[in-house]
Structure formats: C-alpha cells, structure tokens
C-alpha cells in the first residue's frame, strides 16, 4: 500500500536535531523528552497520568503492530487504558506499523492519536537518541509538522501537573465494609481495579482533599506526574494522617509524597526509569523483581528519619525503590504493583496493604 508521508523534526534543548516521518495528528508540540524500555503496552503507558506533559520515545523498535483496543469500561473505567485519555504529549519511534493484527484491536494507533490530537514521528533511530539521554540527561524537546508555526520549548516541571490529572470531586467505587481512601494524584485504572477484584470499596478523591479526616480503613497515595515537592497540600494532609496510625501504602510518587511527609527529601532523577522490565531488590533479602516504572524523581535515602528505612533498591543504578516504617503500618513503593503494562511480580504489595488493614 501508498501511505502519504510528511517530515517532522524532533529539536532538542542542545541544539540536536532528528528528520523523520510524521503521522498521528498534524500540529506542533513541545514537552520533555523521556525513554520507556519496554516492548509492549503503548496504549496503557500513553494513557498513564504520569506521563502528563511528555514527548515519549520508545526504545522498542517496532510500534503500532497490534493497533489499539476499543473503549469498553469496567466499573465504570476504560477496561484497556489507564486513564480517560493520551497524557503523552508526543511519540518518536523508529519503525511505525501501517498494519495491524490483534484479536482486540478496534483501530490503528495513527487513528488513535488522530482522535486524541496527538502528534508522532518515526523513521528516527531511537536508541542512538536514548543514548543521548542517558548521557545529558532527561531534555526539554519539541516537535516541528507545521513549519509555519512556531513553537518554544517549556519546562513542565514548574507545572502542577497533579492538577491537571487529578479529579476534581470525590468518587466512590462501592464494595463492602472495608474502605480506602485513594488520593489521586494522577492513579492509573489499574490500581483501583486491582482494590475491587479484592472486594474493597474505593473513596477516589482529589490529590488537595483533606482526607485526614474521611472514615476509612487505609490510604493510598497514588503515582503521577511531576515534582512531588509542588504537592505542598496532599504532603501536608498525609503528614496528618499518618498521625491516625492508619495503614498509609504509597505508589510511585505516592512514595515520594510519604517520605516528604515523614521529613525525608527527594531529588530529580538524570534520566529517569520508565518501562516495565527494571530489577528492584528487596532490602535484607536475595529477592529481586522484575518492576513496571515510570518516574523522573525518587526519594533520596540518607535523608530517611531513624524510624524509616529503605525497603527496595534498584539493582540497576542503586536507587531507592521503596520505604517502610520500622513499626507503624507504613509503606511504599516506588514501582507499580499493578503494573499495566508489565509483570504483575510485586502485586502482593496490594495484599500486604490489606493485611495491615484486616
């Protein structure tokens, strides 16, 4: 088949630039370039609130192969995304499949990112970009279709990209007795779906509500976007609750959130670790997981209280992946245990957080 082509360019913040093939819809975009490593699960990982604001670039050469699934819901949410819509501002890949094969599969990803409005270019040799990044470090980048437009870089990180994700009133996924409070900053269907498959009834609500006070078994901070510092409100109230003695679990930047709140710092990350294939060891044991992540930030580990300590490290780099406290019903981690994409390894956390509960 003939596919009509037009060039776009990646720019970078250093001056690099990237020719390629555009498709996806047709306009300009700016955003912070980040890589994800894994092979699979482009519809979950576009629509995943942490990437708000983020021109990703696929390190998995061929893309859009088994096109994207439909829109039915479960309990109320999109059975096969992670949120409403793309978050992802922009996608680069090498090798973009014009035809696509899946017995789920209702429309191309082109069509897909055409409804969404969201640009692509492929054609670009992305691991030779990914090494870039690794080097320098996570950079502003921007996308040219339309050179007749003009278009100038813009640091999302002094955004309050929680904002942007989180919901604006409370909502309440009903099961039985046992309750928990989900502060969404950004959470993923996922982890909502993971609760209700265990019969417990959700309270969703806002990243700025005062949960301190809302009646619940347990509190569970979720992953997002963005430098957890600028969520002064949602580290404020989890300071509160953690007052209470309730079972606290904290996801992602739910981990970042807890150890704010408990006095530790955090620190920007120079790339990042974004994919569902990265090794995380657990603390005083020979276990190692294999752990979906998607974080720019991480909790800086020397600077836990005396009644905190690491409970993962990253066996790739030595970072933190993780936090408990040493006798309250505390805990976090900086990976996804309901993946989505990725292994489901580290899921036990989800039960862990309802034995503390129970």
């Not at 992802?88 to 599969?105: F, G, M, Q």
């Not at 005062?210 to 509190?219: L, M, Q, T, V």
């Not at 992946?321 to 989800?350: M, V």
Request: glycine content about 8%.
């Amino acid at each position: 088949m003939n596919y009509k082509t037009k060039t776009a360019r990646l720019i970078l913040e250093d001056g690099s630039e990237f020719a390629g093939t555009h498709f996806g819809y047709e306009k300009n975009t700016n955003g912070e370039v980040v890589f994800n490593t894994g092979m699979v699960g482009y519809p979950e990982t576009m629509t995943d609130p942490s990437y708000r604001g983020q021109i990703l670039v696929c390190t998995f050469p061929l893309i859009g192969n088994y096109g994207v699934p439909g829109n039915e819901r479960e309990n109320g949410l999109f059975k096969y995304f992670e949120s409403e819509e793309i978050h992802t501002r922009a996608l680069v890949i090498s090798d973009y499949s014009h035809d696509y094969s899946h017995w789920n599969a209702k429309r191309s990803l082109d069509d897909w990112m055409k409804e969404q409005k969201i640009p692509g270019i492929y054609g670009i040799d992305t691991r030779m970009l990914t090494r870039k990044l690794r080097e320098k470090g996570t950079m502003l980048g921007k996308i040219i279709v339309d050179e007749k437009s003009k278009i100038d870089f813009e640091d999302i990180n002094k955004l309050d990209l929680v904002g942007e994700v989180s919901i604006k009133e409370p909502v309440e996924y009903s099961r039985n007795k046992k309750r928990i409070i989900l502060v969404d900053c950004g959470t993923k269907n996922n982890i909502i779906q993971a609760f209700l498959r265990r019969n417990i009834t959700v309270l969703r609500v806002p990243y700025d509500y005062d949960f301190s006070k809302e009646k619940a078994n347990g509190i569970l901070i979720s992953n997002g976007p963005g430098d957890p510092k600028i969520c002064k409100s949602t580290i404020e109230n989890t300071r509160k609750a953690m007052t209470s003695g309730k079972p606290i679990l904290g996801v992602c930047l739910g981990s970042q959130i807890m150890a704010l709140a408990a006095g530790a710092d955090t620190y920007k990350l120079k790339y990042g670790h974004r994919g569902h294939n990265q090794p995380c060891n657990e603390m005083g044991t020979k276990r190692s997981y294999i752990t979906s992540q998607n974080h720019g930030f991480a909790v800086n580990s020397e600077t836990l209280p005396e009644d905190w300590r690491e409970w993962f490290v990253n066996d790739n780099d030595g970072t933190n992946e993780g936090i408990i406290h040493i006798s309250k019903p505390f805990f976090a981690a900086q990976f996804h245990p309901e993946a989505s994409p990725g292994p489901d390894d580290t899921e036990f956390i989800f039960d862990m957080f309802l034995r503390a509960i129970k």
